[in-house]
């Protein structure tokens, strides 16, 4: 398909040579830096995490930074310790 586009003269002289270095034409050059820039199209952003949780307050005596000691608590009451 042709297309005419308008470039100042500087960007001009830039597409040209940048063309020339990569030994192909005007139109192949443009037509792959379109491609490759529409290929890299940023991903929407997440919408922000939002954490539900059941309680409104962890129970008292629980650490959330320390999950593990939970876990190792949990496990000491289910099959005893040592």
């Given amino acids: 398909m042709r297309t005419t586009i308008s470039l100042d ?24 830096i379109l491609d490759d820039a529409l290929k890299r199209r940023e991903e929407p952003e997440p919408p ?5 949780t059941v309680h409104s307050r962890p129970r008292p005596g629980i650490d959330l930074d320390r999950p593990r000691a939970l876990e190792a608590d949990e496990d000491a009451a289910r099959f005893g310790r040592g």
Avoid: T
């Fill in 48 to 52: 922000p995490f939002r954490l539900v």
């Fill in 9 to 32: 003269d500087r960007l001009n002289r830039q597409v040209r040579r940048e063309a020339a270095a990569r030994g192909i034409s005007v139109s192949a050059f443009i037509a792959k």
